[in-house]
């Protein structure tokens, strides 16, 4: 298969406006593999609604979505972007995947026991048989790379069993295919809790940034990001978290190593480590933000949606 046949597919939840975590775990790869690969990037809508949502705030964080990728440099133009419930494929494939997969599977998905929770016997059916909806996304653009966040790792190696699975049953039908992950970035951790990831469904909005958070807020959130009493600067996930996990943002944003990021700053006070990090991310988003503002009143965004749909329901059929 050469490198054009190749073909990489992701999806981002329409739940809310995007945080550093999914800039850096995902969007911002999806920008760099646009040069090697043919790329199809999906709002997934199907997906956001295994929990309850407002059906109009639901539609305009699909847009406020995809004037996210556009904004951050995905090229629509030369890429596919659609919305996921626009091409019934995914859902036909999924009620397939729903009888290939096993309870068993899906019972130790730790993303369901996290959002579950105790609640177990009350959350939807949706929210238990997502990772299916997620491998029939790929799987039905027959994906050879999905780049994805630590956190869907796990889901990933659900979509792979359930290729392999329908293959060994019913003959070679699916790629089975690779996560794709940054060297850095791919856990972007809480700025209150670093031992926790980065999540917008945090209460506490300090410990995330949004990609459109004001940038005065920007770098007072990251002021008070929480560090720890040593005052010295490396690199030890396990004893200086909050540390680690701006080396990791520093080291992400600027496409480095921690390692040479660490050598930079080793002999800063932390104010003044915390003062150049909140630079380089305000840096970073600043142009995304105006980009997006400009979009987001752009009556030709659903248009691009329409576009989108029409080319992936013609490989996805
Ligand atoms: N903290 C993170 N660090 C790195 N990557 C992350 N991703 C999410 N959080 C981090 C990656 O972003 C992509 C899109 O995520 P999603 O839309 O599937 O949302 P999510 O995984 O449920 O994460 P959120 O945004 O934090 O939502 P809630 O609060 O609902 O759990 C994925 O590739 C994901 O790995």
């Not at 396990?238 to 992400?252: C, F, H, M, R, Y």
Request: hydrophobic share 40%; aromatic share 8%; glycine share 4%.
């Amino acid at each position: 298969m050469t490198k054009f046949q190749e073909r990489v597919f992701s999806g981002v939840q329409p739940t809310g406006t995007l945080h550093l975590g999914n800039y850096l775990g995902a969007i911002k790869n999806f920008v760099e593999l646009q040069n090697k690969y043919n790329c199809v990037y999906c709002v997934v809508d199907q997906h956001a609604i295994t929990v309850d949502q407002d059906p109009k705030e639901l539609r305009s964080n699909i847009l406020e979505v995809l004037a996210s990728f556009i904004a951050a440099g995905v090229d629509y133009k030369k890429q596919i972007i659609f919305q996921q419930s626009s091409v019934p494929a995914h859902s036909q494939l999924a009620w397939v995947f729903n009888c290939v997969s096993r309870i068993g599977w899906l019972n130790r998905m730790t993303q369901f026991k996290d959002k579950a929770g105790k609640n177990k016997e009350n959350v939807s059916v949706g929210l238990m048989v997502y990772p299916n909806l997620m491998a029939a996304d790929i799987l039905a653009y027959l994906a050879t790379h999905v780049p994805v966040g630590d956190d869907q790792k796990q889901h990933l190696e659900l979509t792979r069993d359930l290729a392999i699975r329908f293959n060994n049953t019913y003959g070679d039908t699916f790629i089975v295919p690779k996560a794709y992950q940054p060297k850095t970035g791919a856990k972007i951790k809480s700025l209150s809790d670093p031992t926790k990831k980065m999540d917008k469904s945090s209460e506490n909005q300090k410990s995330y940034i949004l990609l459109l958070d004001d940038l005065n807020q920007v770098k007072n959130k990251i002021k008070s990001a929480v560090t720890d009493s040593e005052a010295k600067i490396y690199y030890d996930v396990e004893n200086k978290p909050g540390i680690s996990n701006l080396l990791t943002i520093d080291a992400a944003l600027l496409k480095t190593t921690i390692e040479e990021r660490v050598s930079h700053y080793k002999d800063m006070s932390y104010q003044d480590f915390k003062l150049c990090v909140a630079d380089h991310i305000v840096a970073a988003l600043k142009p995304i933000q105006e980009k997006y503002h400009a979009l987001i009143k752009d009556p030709s965004l659903d248009a691009i949606l329409d576009t989108g749909r029409d080319q992936a329901k013609m490989i996805a059929h």
